[in-house]
């Protein structure tokens, strides 16, 4: 049983702290942020994310995880500090590490014996020896009694799986220019089995980068084969699919649709390629990935509009608002480029997300009507577009919708539906990379491959 203390309990801190909590380890759980707090201590989850709320209460009940805004309270005696604040993009592109170096400086503050200061941040590479020199600096007033290391310790967690990844990683990555410390972590992590990578701190920055930029490069490779697909008419699911059997390839991350958003994706490739400018490396894949990924979202409104013929005034709804499904997190999420662009050209735009309407009504442009189903979202509308893949969306009662809208179009951002059915029910239909003359084609080639 080790005492460790989280500093930060947005999506990563608070599954990190809950999940090692569940570990058999003391945790105490920081943040700045009072009404967070107030609202953990109270037994509310101040976010949305699939198992957690179970796995708090249960470890908060076993006296095994608490929460506080009291570095004070929290940090001195704790044998590991996990650093879990955010790094949002800076105006220029770059990391914005304010909240990393205000953590690091009270945690200088307050330590007391030996701690392993742990950066699970996405952060620049060269943060872990930042950190390292703040709190050296910042140690004067207890260096008697204190003591620390750094240790990096990238996060790969996805929202809406988080705890299910955080306990089964696919690899844990460390590093440190303490190997004892760096052991001493990966000894906190040995009963999740997984393999585990030591090496020093730059590498293993660099590591959690590289990972999130060759994933948003996937995505942003086959929204451009998705955008050939419907100038030649091939179905780019199909192409997908056919790629995805090839074991050098893998099917993962080859969906074609609006593009990529969330809280790392797009902060991290501008990130990276942010830090290979400044120092005079030319990262032109990474740029490219960045305009792909505005042009997918800029491609579909043009569908919209070819399909409408203009969207001035015409009543648009959207299922759907959420980054991905699973989860409430709107930043970045394609449906605020799309949405803003439509109300810009003078749409009507009404709106429902199964859990992500509180953070969208924060972040949406005036005008837009908030909706409590699919339905009332549908109805009058000249269009539906579906730009979040909610399993709920699934299920839709299409001949009701049908009934309720002006007319039968659906523009689906992420190629939930099949063109055929949606045909066969009546709607107009657009997705993306799967133009209709491609359909039947592609079904029955498909088909013929599932019966051999
Ligand atoms: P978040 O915004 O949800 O949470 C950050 C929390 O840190 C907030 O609650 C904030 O109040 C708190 N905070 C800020 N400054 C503080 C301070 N000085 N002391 C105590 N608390 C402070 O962020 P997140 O999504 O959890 O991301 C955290 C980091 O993990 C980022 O670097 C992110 O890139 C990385 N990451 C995120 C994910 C993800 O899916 N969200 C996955 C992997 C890695």
């Known amino acids: 049983m080790s005492k460790i203390c989280v500093v930060g309990t947005g999506y990563v801190g608070l599954v990190t702290g809950t999940c090692l909590a569940d570990m058999g380890n003391e945790v105490i759980g920081l943040d700045i942020d009072a009404d967070k707090i107030a609202r953990l201590q109270a037994g509310e989850l101040p976010i949305y994310e699939p198992g957690l709320e179970e796995l708090v209460k249960r470890n908060v009940e076993a006296g095994r995880l608490k929460f506080t805004t009291s570095y004070e309270e929290a940090l001195p005696g704790a044998d590991f500090a996990f650093i879990a604040v955010g790094t949002p993009q800076g105006e220029d592109g770059s990391a914005d590490l304010k909240y990393v170096e205000k953590a690091a400086q009270s945690i200088a503050h307050v330590i007391k014996g030996h701690t392993i200061i742990i950066n699970k941040s996405t952060v620049p590479i060269g943060t872990g020896d930042l950190v390292a020199g703040i709190v050296d600096r910042g140690m ?68 959690k980068y590289a990972s999130n930029a060759i994933l948003a ?59 290979a400018e400044t120092i005079n490396c030319h990262p032109q894949l990474l740029l490219a ?45 394609p449906s605020l ?55 709920e969306f699934k299920q839709v009662d299409f001949g009701r919708v049908k009934q309720l809208m002006n007319q039968p179009w659906l523009f689906d951002g992420r190629n939930l539906y099949n063109p055929a059915d949606m045909e066969k029910l009546g709607f107009k239909y657009e997705s993306v990379g799967r133009p209709v003359l491609a359909n039947e084609k592609s079904v029955s080639r498909r088909s013929k491959v599932e019966s051999h």
């Open 337 to 391: 480029d799309i949405i803003t662009a439509l109300i810009r050209k003078g749409a009507e735009v009404k709106v429902y997300d199964p859990v992500a309407m509180k953070m969208a009504r924060k972040l949406l442009p005036g005008g837009v009507e908030f909706c409590n189903d699919p339905y009332s979202v549908a109805t009058d509308a000249d269009a539906v577009l579906l730009l979040t893949e909610w399993n």
């Open 217 to 275: 490069t996937r995505i942003s490779f086959v929204n451009e084969i998705a955008q050939i697909c419907d100038a030649l008419g091939a179905d780019v699911s199909v192409v997908a699919e056919g790629m995805g059997y090839d074991k050098r390839i893998g099917p993962q991350f080859l969906s074609a649709g609006i593009g990529y958003g969330g809280s790392c994706f797009p902060k991290d490739v501008k990130a990276l390629a942010h830090m």
């Open 289 to 333: 990935v960045m305009d792909i990924n505005q042009d997918a979202r800029r491609n579909f409104v043009r569908k919209i509009e070819r399909g409408l013929g203009s969207v001035t005034n015409r009543k648009i709804g959207v299922w759907g608002l959420a980054f991905k499904p699973n989860t409430d997190d709107m930043r970045e999420a």
């Open 140 to 207: 004067n007033g207890n260096r008697d009694y204190a003591s620390f290391a750094v240790v990096s310790n990238p996060e790969f967690l996805r929202e809406g799986s988080a705890v299910y990844d955080f306990t089964h990683p696919d690899r844990i990555v460390l590093g440190s220019t303490d190997r004892a410390a760096a052991d001493r972590v990966a000894e906190l992590y040995s009963a999740l089995k997984a393999p585990t990578i030591i090496t020093d701190l730059r590498t293993a920055e660099m590591i």
